[in-house]
Nanobody
Framework: EVQLQASGGGSVQAGGSLRLSCAASGLNFDDYAIGWFRQAPGKEREGVSCTSAADGSTFYSDSVRGRVTASSDNAKSTAYLQMNSLEPEDTAVYYC???????????????????????WGQGTLVTVSS
């Protein structure tokens, strides 16, 4: 069956870096856009990024733009989220998700998340201390 396994979370101090991984199995990785989302304590789920399978272009949310970089290794069916200059406000459980790319979902995925996401990973916790 389809699985998305998020990993790489941990505890870091403000200004530090982490790289999250999302290993996909059971699906054709090239057919799916990969989104990253997060949910902080007491807050609603927030979109972080979305990378299109077609050309690898990525949309970033305003809150992380300039500090994070999404990438992927198609041969390994794995997506990555490199996070730098982390802030306490980045503390959250981070989820990766896959959206079938019949048409590019990334322009709308941050606002139509539930309508576009086909599969969710289990999440990995990122804690940033000041």
């Amino acid at each position: 069956e389809v699985q998305l396994q998020a990993s790489g979370g941990g505890s870091v101090q403000a200004g530090g870096s982490l790289r999250l991984s999302c290993a996909a199995s059971g699906l054709n990785f090239d057919d799916y856009a990969i989104g990253w989302f997060r949910q902080a304590p007491g807050k609603e789920r927030e979109g972080v990024s979305c990378t299109s399978a077609a050309d690898g272009s990525t949309f970033y949310s305003d809150s992380v733009r300039g500090r994070v970089t999404a990438s992927s290794d198609n041969a390994k069916s794995t997506a990555y989220l490199q996070m730098n200059s982390l802030e306490p406000e980045d503390t959250a459980v981070y989820y990766c998700a896959a959206a079938f790319e019949d048409a590019d979902p990334c322009p709308l995925i941050l606002v139509q998340t539930d309508q576009l996401i086909d599969y969710w990973g289990q999440g990995t916790l990122v804690t940033v201390s000041s």
